[in-house]
């Protein structure tokens, strides 16, 4: 992938095909060497010496499903990834709201509205990462972006 779809479908463990198959692609090993380290003023963050080709996939996101409504709103956990890609697929904000993208259309338009919309409301579901998790929990946002997350 070279820019983010809106969803990626992957073939599950009931199908017959072999696990080589492209359509397996995020069920794969990490291919790459990430490396965990501490920076000065970001707390953790991921790092790698390997050359990473664009669009390769680099690793999933793993912790516990939960349904964002359930989250306890006291607890300060920084490893809460909200699935927004609902928003996505229906094509009202997704990426582009991600990147902070204008819409192209006028204000005040029905599609502003929608993606008004979706910033107001929380995605159903997340992942949380902050007893369960894996390399990804540690992965910082960047304004220089490198890496984008893709929904499979």
């Known amino acids: 992938l070279i820019e983010a779809k809106d969803v990626v479908f992957e073939c599950g463990p009931n199908c017959g095909c072999e696990p080589g198959?492209?359509?397996?692609?995020?069920?794969?090993?990490?291919?790459?060497?990430?490396?965990?380290?501490?920076?000065?003023?970001?707390?953790?963050?991921?790092?790698?010496?390997?050359?990473?080709?664009?669009?390769?996939?680099?690793c999933e996101y793993i912790g516990k499903l939960q349904r964002t409504g359930e989250m306890d709103k006291v607890a300060s956990n920084e490893y809460i990834f909200e699935i927004d890609c609902e928003?996505?697929?229906?094509?009202?904000?997704?990426?582009?709201?991600?990147?902070?993208?204008?819409?192209?259309?006028?204000?005040?338009?029905?599609?502003?509205?929608?993606?008004?919309?979706?910033?107001?409301?929380?995605?159903?579901?997340?992942?949380?990462?902050?007893?369960?998790?894996?390399v990804a929990r540690f992965i910082n946002h960047s304004c220089d972006l490198n890496l984008f997350v893709q929904c499979v």
């Open 87 to 134: 928003q996505t697929i229906k094509g009202i904000g997704g990426r582009e709201r991600r990147l902070g993208v204008a819409s192209g259309s006028e204000s005040g338009s029905v599609v502003d509205s929608e993606l008004e919309a979706a910033d107001e409301s929380d995605p159903e579901f997340c992942i949380d990462a902050g007893s369960i998790g894996n």
């Open 21 to 58: 198959r492209i359509n397996r692609i995020s069920q794969r090993k990490i291919k790459y060497q990430l490396e965990v380290f501490r920076t000065s003023d970001r707390g953790w963050a991921v790092k790698t010496k390997d050359l990473i080709p664009s669009g390769a996939p680099v």
